[in-house]
């Protein structure tokens, strides 16, 4: 038994469900963990105290792992992600007055990613034209799954993301307020505050990101690649804390208690984390819903081993968007720090399994399957992207 005392950051999220369970239901106490979960209000805070030293692991954005491990935007600190903590789960929602808007110059269905893109871009080019103010989307970081569903969404039907529309980092707390106030006409975050936007009539939930990418890799447990060398004991105590709660979440019957236990620990509702774990999601405020069973993956068909795809698929979305060179060399080191091996070591491999899993375990909604050996001919694939010289630097 490990005997360790942990400080673990972790933003109020849905997908940090498996970590407040592990804490608060006693499965890292049966491992002989004593963890202190300490709540952020933002990224950019759980990374640098993670990195600093003053956690000892974290509930992280997927991408700012790789980028800190590859020293893109912020100073490098080697990270490793030896757990998912989950698989999709943002959404993205616009105001009223936006959907609206898509719907009038809609061509097709509104649940169409393909359909929705290109009716944006009808209405920026519109507003733009009339020198209005630019249709404005608020995401959690420049290193998110959230930024990168958007511009995907975006760039599928025509649209320039750096040039056509603003882009705005906020806080995930601070979405609702930002679109109620008329900051923002839309966001993409996780879940529950897409919900609370909906709920408070001040949004609605125009696709699930599981819509725009049916695989992704949203948030891990990330621990600085020294801590996990410096301490494996503690490391293997908590992955294996992890995963029995993966799973207590994954399993419906438990879904009372998880809600309690997640919704105590977010501030919310707990009807809105039974929803969202069981993919039954209220997208309008007259009650409308639409169910999914992937909005989000928690321990189910592999969700909770790392993938190293997954890290080349964000580090390829990096390079897409001018925030890294294009490398051979990047994309391996990328893939490295989702290695699944000390979550094969501690819980044995297990088979992603699932019929309806991704043949190149992305299922983006347009474009050619992902080759992860690849990231060149990824590139090459797409019309709108920002080539030439990174934005950011890599520090090395």
């Known amino acids: 038994m490990s005997n360790a005392r942990l400080r673990i950051g972790y933003i109020p999220l849905v997908d940090a469900a498996t970590l407040i369970v592990a804490v608060d239901n006693g499965f890292t106490a049966t ?5 202190e979960l300490v709540r952020e209000v933002s990224w950019s805070n759980v990374r640098d105290k993670l990195n600093i030293g003053l956690f000892d692991a974290a509930h992280l954005l997927s991408p700012v792992v790789v980028a800190s491990s590859l020293g893109i935007g912020h100073v490098r600190v080697p990270l490793i992600a030896p757990f998912n903590l989950g698989l999709n789960g943002n959404a993205i929602t616009v105001s009223p007055k936006l959907f609206a808007a898509l719907a009038a110059r809609a061509d097709g269905d509104l649940s169409d990613p393909a359909v929705t893109a290109q009716a944006l871009a009808r209405e920026v080019a519109e507003r733009n034209a009339a020198g209005g103010e630019p249709i404005t989307f608020g995401m959690t970081f420049p290193f998110s799954n959230h930024n990168y569903q958007l511009r995907f969404w975006m760039a599928a ?9 603003r882009l705005v980092v906020l806080p995930p707390p601070y979405m609702v307020e930002s679109l109620a106030s008329g900051h923002v006409d839309g966001f993409c975050v996780g879940a529950p505050w897409n919900q609370v936007a909906v709920e408070s009539d001040v949004g609605r939930i125009l696709h699930f ?15 600085r690649e020294r801590w996990a060398m410096d301490n494996p004991a503690p490391l293997r105590a908590l992955i294996r804390a992890l995963a029995r709660a993966s799973q207590y979440v994954d399993n419906l019957n438990n879904l009372p208690t998880v809600s309690a236990l997640v919704a105590h620990r977010l501030g919310v509702d707990p009807s809105l984390v039974d929803r969202t774990l069981a993919g039954n999601i209220k997208i309008a405020p007259d009650g409308t819903t639409r169910s999914d069973h992937r909005y989000i993956m928690i321990s189910r068909n592999g969700a909770s081993r790392p993938d190293p795809v997954q890290a080349a698929w964000l580090y390829a979305q990096m390079a897409r968007w001018n925030q890294a060179p294009v490398s051979e060399k990047l994309n391996a080191a990328a893939g490295q720090v989702f290695s699944p091996d000390l979550y094969d070591e501690v819980l044995g491999k297990t088979d992603a399994g699932g019929d309806d899993e991704p043949a190149d375990g992305i299922g983006s909604f347009i474009g050619p399957l992902f080759d992860a050996r690849d990231i060149a ?3 090459a694939a797409w019309r709108v992207r920002r080539p030439g010289r990174p934005r950011l630097s890599v520090v090395r």
């Open 157 to 165: 039907g025509g649209i320039d993301p750096d040039d056509d529309v």
């Open 377 to 379: 001919s990824h590139l």
């Open 209 to 223: 990101g599981s819509e725009i990418i049916s695989r992704a890799s949203e948030k891990v447990l990330a621990v």
């Open 31 to 35: 491992e002989g963990l004593s963890v």
